[in-house]
């Protein structure tokens, strides 16, 4: 029980994984993403057979799995990463010169320059044969594999290898790998945000340890989960989830980062309702109190003031002994502080609501001189929000910002941009929250 909980609470630091873990399965490069969570009893499904994922655990992220015939059946076995970086490289390498001179223009594909058939497959397995022996059969039954070029032969041995050698790789679930992965799979469950918007998000709010972010997470719980593993649960930072009613918005990716009990800790859910009643009443009464008080207050900077507010909310956290999960209710202690002092931090992604005049009521609740960051799939709702704050006077170095992404396919004489990309990525208002002079 006690090697139980020393797992738990170091888990965020952990390379290796363990069994309850969340992981994402990356499938021939690329071609499935599964997210899985790992025990004796959990399967994964290949082609047509379901394969235990119990090899899996106690191996460190980043480990390369087979799909290997024993006596037992066919198991996932891990392979080593020698053997892997060899492949690739003979794969890789450089035409020769009898190489550049072959063409494929006098290959008919009439199905007959295969003499290895489904049966002989099968007996092969019977047998024991590895798929990478299967591989290794079909190119040397193929009549014109030695006329192809070597293009042509690597793809023809890719596409093999994916139906009767097929490779899972164990990737740790963070921020980017999730992101990309719920991109490619399921893009409206997160509002179409793209990794590279989402950092952006991060850096326009200035999101880092000891920070008091605010976000309206409306993608799953994407931005929160991303927000915390930026402050780490090492400081006094904590994030605050603010959903609009009585309901909470779900957050269920974040149990896919395998949160430590510091970080979970550091997650807090509050109704906007209970953040602004009385927050204008709050901040008058704390200007009031900074003016009649010693000058010395001033003189240390927001920085500091900063820093004491994250130690009070620490102080209260630890004297408070039911947040035991991601996602709790944040403590009306907490939420008194947060009204007092205001948010260091303020990110909004909430493609399905009224963006001005979800802004309009969060803006209050941040301190002076803080940061925002807004997304949203369409630039329509920003820019009548950009205009609407120029005409308020609430915030200065308002900017829109369209990411934009290109990937390389590097190779080997084969260096160019992907065919096919997504040339969009959304937009980003951002700008740094100010006193109005109606609020003095």
Same mark, same amino acid.
């Given at each position: 029980?006690?090697?139980?909980?020393?797992?738990?609470?170091?888990?965020?630091?952990?390379?290796?994984?363990?069994?309850?873990?969340?992981?994402?399965?990356?499938?021939?490069?690329?071609?499935?993403?599964?997210?899985?969570?790992l025990?004796?009893?959990?399967?994964?499904?290949?082609?047509?057979?379901?394969?235990?994922l119990?090899?899996?655990i106690?191996?460190?992220?980043?480990?390369?799995? +087979? %799909?290997? !015939?024993? &006596?037992?059946?066919?198991?996932?076995?891990?392979? #080593?990463?020698? $053997? @892997?970086?060899?492949?690739?490289?003979?794969?890789?390498?450089f035409?020769?010169?009898?190489?550049?001179?072959?063409?494929?223009?006098?290959?008919?594909?009439?199905?007959?320059?295969?003499?290895?058939?489904?049966?002989?497959?099968?007996?092969?397995?019977?047998?024991?044969?590895?798929?990478?022996?299967?591989?290794?059969?079909?190119?040397?039954?193929?009549?014109?594999?030695?006329?192809?070029?070597?293009?042509?032969?690597?793809?023809?041995?890719?596409?093999?290898?994916?139906?009767?050698?097929?490779?899972?790789?164990?990737?740790?679930?963070?921020?980017?790998?999730?992101?990309?992965?719920?991109?490619?799979?399921?893009p409206?469950?997160?509002?179409?945000? +793209? %990794?590279? !918007?989402? &950092?952006?998000?991060?850096?326009?709010?200035?999101? #880092?340890?000891? $920070? @008091?972010?605010?976000?309206?997470?409306?993608?799953?719980?994407?931005?929160?989960?991303?927000?915390?593993?930026?402050?780490?649960?090492?400081?006094?930072?904590?994030?605050?989830?603010?959903?609009?009613?009585?309901?909470?918005?779900?957050?269920?990716?974040?149990?896919?980062?395998?949160?430590?009990?510091?970080?979970?800790?550091?997650?807090l859910r509050?109704?906007?309702?209970?953040?602004?009643?009385?927050?204008?009443?709050?901040?008058?009464?704390?200007?009031?109190?900074?003016?009649?008080?010693d000058?010395?207050?001033?003189?240390?900077?927001?920085?500091?003031?900063?820093?004491?507010?994250?130690?009070?909310?620490?102080?209260?956290?630890?004297?408070?002994?039911? %947040?035991?999960?991601?996602?709790?209710?944040?403590?009306?202690?907490?939420?008194?502080?947060?009204? @007092?002092?205001?948010?260091?931090?303020?990110?909004?992604?909430?493609?399905?609501?009224?963006?001005w005049?979800?802004?309009?009521?969060?803006?209050?609740?941040?301190?002076?001189?803080?940061?925002?960051?807004?997304?949203?799939?369409?630039?329509?709702?920003?820019?009548?929000?950009?205009?609407?704050?120029?005409?308020?006077?609430?915030?200065?170095?308002?900017?829109?910002?369209?990411?934009?992404?290109?990937?390389?396919?590097?190779?080997?004489?084969?260096?160019?941009?992907?065919?096919?990309?997504?040339?969009?990525?959304?937009?980003?208002?951002?700008?740094?929250?100010?006193?109005?002079?109606?609020?003095?």
């Amino acid at each position: 029980m006690a090697e139980a909980n020393t797992k738990s609470g170091s888990v965020e630091n952990s390379r290796v994984t363990w069994e309850g873990c969340s992981v994402l399965l990356d499938i021939n490069d690329g071609d499935r993403l599964v997210f899985a969570r790992l025990s004796a009893a959990a399967t994964l499904k290949i082609g047509n057979k379901n394969y235990s994922l119990q090899p899996l655990i106690d191996c460190p992220f980043g480990s390369v799995f +087979r %799909v290997e !015939t024993g &006596s037992g059946g066919s198991c996932l076995t891990r392979s #080593s990463p020698s $053997s @892997e970086g060899n492949n690739a490289q003979e794969s890789n390498g450089f035409q020769s010169k009898d190489e550049s001179s072959k063409d494929n223009r006098a290959l008919v594909d009439d199905n007959k320059a295969q003499s290895l058939t489904g049966e002989d497959i099968d007996a092969m397995r019977r047998e024991g044969a590895t798929g990478d022996d299967i591989v290794e059969a079909l190119i040397a039954n193929s009549s014109t594999f030695e006329n192809k070029t070597l293009f042509s032969q690597e793809k023809y041995r890719i596409k093999k290898q994916k139906k009767y050698a097929p490779k899972v790789l164990l990737r740790r679930p963070v921020a980017r790998s999730i992101c990309e992965a719920y991109f490619k799979k399921y893009p409206s469950r997160i509002g179409f945000l +793209r %990794v590279d !918007t989402l &950092s952006l998000l991060l850096s326009f709010a200035n999101v #880092s340890a000891n $920070s @008091e972010a605010l976000v309206v997470d409306m993608v799953g719980g994407l931005v929160t989960g991303a927000v915390a593993e930026r402050l780490g649960g090492t400081g006094s930072g904590h994030v605050c989830s603010a959903y609009l009613g009585k309901t909470p918005c779900s957050i269920e990716i974040v149990r896919i980062f395998n949160f430590g009990s510091d970080i979970c800790k550091s997650i807090l859910r509050s109704s906007l309702d209970d953040l602004t009643i009385t927050s204008s009443s709050t901040q008058n009464g704390s200007l009031d109190q900074i003016d009649e008080g010693d000058s010395s207050t001033m003189k240390g900077g927001l920085l500091d003031h900063h820093d004491q507010t994250s130690d009070d909310i620490s102080h209260v956290m630890r004297s408070c002994k039911s %947040v035991k999960k991601a996602g709790q209710k944040a403590p009306e202690e907490v939420i008194k502080l947060w009204k @007092e002092n205001g948010f260091s931090s303020l990110i909004v992604a909430a493609p399905d609501s009224d963006t001005w005049s979800l802004v309009k009521d969060l803006l209050p609740l941040l301190s002076n001189s803080a940061p925002f960051a807004i997304y949203h799939q369409f630039l329509q709702p920003l820019a009548t929000c950009m205009h609407n704050l120029q005409l308020e006077k609430m915030a200065i170095g308002l900017q829109i910002s369209e990411p934009w992404l290109r990937e390389y396919q590097v190779l080997p004489s084969r260096t160019h941009p992907f065919m096919q990309m997504c040339a969009f990525g959304g937009y980003i208002l951002s700008g740094t929250k100010i006193c109005s002079s109606s609020s003095m």
